[in-house]
């Protein structure tokens, strides 16, 4: 192969420029084949890095491959589109809690249908662990959080605080106005309007503003969303009693 064009070749392929190398599939017919068959093993091998964003290079890699290859190099394509299944499946499983690295896995399920059950297998162990974590971490024992996680509530060591799973605190002494205004939105079956939670002590809460309370009685601070749920395991442990 020319020098010139293997070496344009490899920077395409080592710059992530899978867009390029497309264009050079294209524009060199013949001569590309056997470095495309070079590349397409070093991903069938496993010789690839499996971070998320090595595996969508990866992935755009063959697609572009895919689109306008050759009868002689289809079989290799197949494999190596294949083996990266296999492996961002494999990547997956060992984090289950990666959304970026599930995400990537359910791609490749989409292609290769048989593999549907694994990718099911690495959700519920998602979900399990994911409740073992924040079990961990509603007992402030050292957790790992999935970013895909809604906000989640829970008293300081000295119950003195209410802290988020996003890293943000409150004072408790605002927590129970909180909780009053959640509950006259359930009991009014509307979201209430600034006047009325402004009438019922003002939009404060701490260093941040109240921003919303929904009729189901979820409330949104700054830009975290509260959810009922959240709101009266706080109001139990507190002790918060209705008037």
């Known amino acids: 192969m020319d020098i010139e064009l293997q070496n344009r070749l490899i920077d395409a392929k080592v710059s992530g420029a899978t867009s390029m190398f497309g264009q050079l599939l294209l524009e060199c017919g013949d001569i590309v084949e056997k470095e495309a068959l070079s590349l397409l093993s070093t991903v069938g091998e496993g010789r690839f890095d499996m971070d998320a964003g090595q595996l969508d290079e990866a992935t755009r890699l063959l697609r572009l491959i895919d689109r306008d290859t050759k009868p002689a190099i289809t079989t290799v394509v197949e494999s190596a589109t294949r083996r990266l299944a296999e492996l961002t499946i494999a990547v997956s499983s060992a984090s289950p809690l990666s959304p970026a690295a599930f995400t990537a896995a359910v791609r490749m399920a989409e292609r290769f249908p048989e593999m549907a059950p694994m990718v099911d297998a690495i959700q519920q162990d998602a979900m399990e662990a994911a ?14 959080l999935s970013d895909n996680l809604p906000v989640l509530l829970r008293l300081s060591t000295d119950r003195s605080r209410v802290e988020t799973s996003k890293g943000q605190n409150v004072p ?3 927590c129970e106005r909180i909780w009053r205004l959640s509950n006259l939105a359930q009991k009014l079956g509307r979201a209430l309007t600034e006047d009325e939670y402004l009438n019922e002590g003002g939009a404060a809460v701490g260093s941040f503003s109240l921003v919303q309370v929904d009729a189901c009685g979820s409330i949104t601070v700054s830009c975290h969303r ?16 209705p008037t």
């Open 172 to 174: 408790v002494s605002v």
């Open 131 to 144: 409740r073992v974590q924040v079990s961990l971490w509603r007992t402030h024992e050292p957790a790992v």
């Open 226 to 241: 509260l959810s009922i749920d959240e709101i009266n395991k706080i109001a139990d442990d507190l002790g918060f009693t």
